[in-house]
């Protein structure tokens, strides 16, 4: 098959690659569309991979093509996206159904062949079938859909509460469009970019709050009738937005860090004494799975694209790549601030 193969630091090649070969309990995928995680930039940028060569690609969806003996739930022909964290099954947290903490676990994409190819295979347990009605560029964003809504999952999240999102890329998009889903009194995304706030309004944000403009902080309590938001959903993993997710928070809030920093993160006395002072809770979330695997992240994800609940706009991608220029693609995030959206990598 044709890849797109990572051999060192920035040296992305689309070249020859073995077709990976079916084993019993495994699903041959042929691969249409693959979007570029924020976590492959490190990989093939910074010396993040974990070795050479590596296919890499996590976010994913195509065609069934063949399957491996014992296989009785997926057929060929099916369209599909794949969730790709392959657990243990056997630590203490699989057994809990906590997947995602799992200590022993594989992932496509990154430790073992991903989607940067035009076949990708994975267990059974991680196909994630999916309708005519939902479009391959959307069975590429079922990954980032569910990590998404692991972070409302983590915080038992209710309905009827004012709703932050401070980021708005792919994840803060889906995190504000999944609030809306599970009943948010009101959403309010919070970003840099007007772009971005403008999306987010379009795919069902109430509010957008642009925090360049002076004041922004009182204007998003004023949303509030002063008393702040009890739902803080922090997805751009910036000290900046993860310190504002403390200012925000209500009494008693929800306040979820998804996004992950690259930086130290520091809180003076004072803004640490928010959570002090407020009481509210703050917890993590890491990746997008539950019991039974791979989770309602994943299921939820399928039917709510097919009912159009959960909504695609075009405006979420910054741009479409054939694979074969995966390396072109790639170098867009030497520029910072360039890249505003999803790029997608589509098989020819």
Partial sequence: MKAAVLHANEDLRYEEYPTPQLRPGTVLVRVK???ICGSDIPRVLH??????????GHEFSGVVESVGEGVSRIKPGMRVSGAPLVPCMHCDDCARGNYSLCKHYSFIG????????????????????????????????????TVALHGLKVNHFRGGEHVAVLGGGTIGQF????????????????????SRLEVAKALGSNEGINTTQEGFIEKALALT??????????????????????????????????????????????????MNRKEFRLTG????????????????????????????DERL???????????QAFSLYKTPGLVQGKIILLNE
């Fill in 110 to 145: 990154s430790r073992e062949q991903g989607s940067f190819g035009d076949y990708v295979l994975l267990p059974e347990m991680n196909v994630v079938p999916f309708g005519e009605e939902v479009s391959f560029i959307q069975g590429a964003l079922f990954e980032p859909s």
């Fill in 33 to 35: 569309a693959t979007g």
């Fill in 175 to 194: 995190t504000a469009q999944w609030a809306r889903i599970m009943g948010a009194r009101t959403v309010t995304m919070f970003d840099l970019v007007d």
């Fill in 225 to 274: 009738d002063g008393k702040g938001f009890g739902m803080v959903f922090e997805t751009a993993g910036s000290p900046v937005t993860m310190r504002m997710a403390f200012q925000l928070a209500a009494n008693k809030a929800h306040v979820c860090f998804i996004g992950t920093p690259h930086v130290d993160l520091t809180f003076t006395p004072a803004q640490w004494e928010c």
């Fill in 47 to 56: 010396h993040g991979a974990h070795g050479y060569p590596i296919v890499l």
């Fill in 285 to 312: 979330s890491w990746m997008s799975y539950s019991a039974p695997f791979p989770g309602d992240e994943w299921v939820l994800t399928a039917h709510e694209f097919a009912t159009g609940r959960l909504r695609y």
């Fill in 317 to 327: 991608l910054h741009a479409v790549f054939p694979m074969s220029q995966a390396a």
